[in-house]
T-cell receptor, first 115, second 109 residues
Framework: GAGVSQSPSNKVTEKGKDVELRCDPISGHTALYWYRQSLGQGLEFLIYFQGNSAPDKSGLPSDRFSAERTGGSVSTLTIQRTQQEDSAVYLCASRLTGLSNQPQHFGDGTRLSIL | GQQVMQIPQYQHVQEGEDFTTYCNSS?????IQWYKQRPGGHPVFLIQ?????EVKKQKRLTFQFGEAKKNSSLHITATQTTDVGTYFC?????????FGTGTSLTVIP
């Protein structure tokens, strides 16, 4: 079966523009996570969706960042008025349920470059 | 967020040498998972530990969970160039958003 799919794989945009990043989780997975990874750095949690519950947005770095998940499946991460420090790889992961005894499955990420 | 510290941050070893990374939490964990991220790749799940004192092996990799369920280690025996990458722990501290800080392993042929 298909894994987690993210698009685009690469995005280059000018400072101040808005960007949308898409994540298609594994079919049937109810939990979805967004992470940010700057070059050579660790995994920074951004937001977590679990089923129909309100998302945990505690990791979003500023109000320029938002995310939604439609129909419990596809998720979109939006960054408004991009800044150079937003340059990073944005990783999406899904999990069968929100239970912690299951692995997270990651997509290949979107590499975002802000000029 | 509270990231769990992993040590060391970086490790360079000659091929054939052993390698260990440690994940240390200040709180008792329900379980802990380990992931490997190859250069240019995404994290991939390796294993989960649940029980106090648990030891699991995958070929040359040995994973341990401390008796107090606060610490865990990943040991690689006789490293190979295919072991290159960053190893992350994912401790369950009530949520599972915060990966450990990671240990980057370089293997010198």
């Amino acid at each position: 079966g298909a894994g987690v799919s993210q698009s685009p794989s690469n995005k280059v945009t000018e400072k101040g523009k808005d960007v949308e990043l898409r994540c298609d989780p594994i079919s049937g997975h109810t939990a979805l996570y967004w992470y940010r990874q700057s070059l050579g750095q660790g995994l920074e949690f951004l937001i977590y969706f679990q089923g129909n519950s309100a998302p945990d947005k505690s990791g979003l770095p500023s109000d320029r960042f938002s995310a939604e998940r439609t129909g419990g499946s596809v998720s979109t991460l939006t960054i408004q008025r991009t800044q150079q420090e937003d340059s990073a790889v944005y990783l999406c992961a899904s999990r069968l349920t929100g239970l912690s005894n299951q692995p997270q499955h990651f997509g290949d990420g979107t590499r975002l470059s802000i000029l | 967020g509270q990231q769990v510290m992993q040590i060391p941050q970086y490790q360079h070893v000659q091929e054939g040498e052993d390698f260990t990374t440690y994940c240390n939490s200040s709180t008792t964990l329900s379980n802990i998972q380990w992931y490997k991220q190859r250069p240019g790749g995404h994290p991939v799940f390796l294993i989960q530990l649940v029980k106090s004192g648990e030891v699991k092996k995958q070929k040359r990799l040995t994973f341990q969970f401390g008796e107090a369920k606060k610490n865990s280690s990943l040991h690689i025996t006789a490293t190979q160039t295919t072991d290159v990458g960053t190893y992350f722990c994912l401790p369950n501290t009530g949520n599972q958003f915060y990966f450990g800080t990671g240990t980057s392993l370089t293997v010198i042929p």
